[in-house]
């Protein structure tokens, strides 16, 4: 997983963080990630709204 110290933009939905970063090969990426405890979603989008759209639909596994 990326370090979280180098996500810019950072918003909250619900449990899911949505972050910006760039890949290293100077491509941003864009991020959600699932805080909730024993929830291991996570997924990289190309597209902001793509994240975005991932984090505020997500559901966690009970
Ligand atoms: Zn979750």
Known sequence: MPRPN?????VRFGP???GT?????????HTAVCTAP????SGDY????AAELAARTHRCNP
């Open 21 to 29: 970063h760039y890949d290293g090969r100077g491509r941003t990426k």
């Open 6 to 10: 180098r996500f810019t933009n950072v």
């Open 46 to 49: 190309d597209e902001r709204p």
């Open 16 to 18: 899911v963080q949505v």
């Open 38 to 41: 024993r929830c291991n979603f």
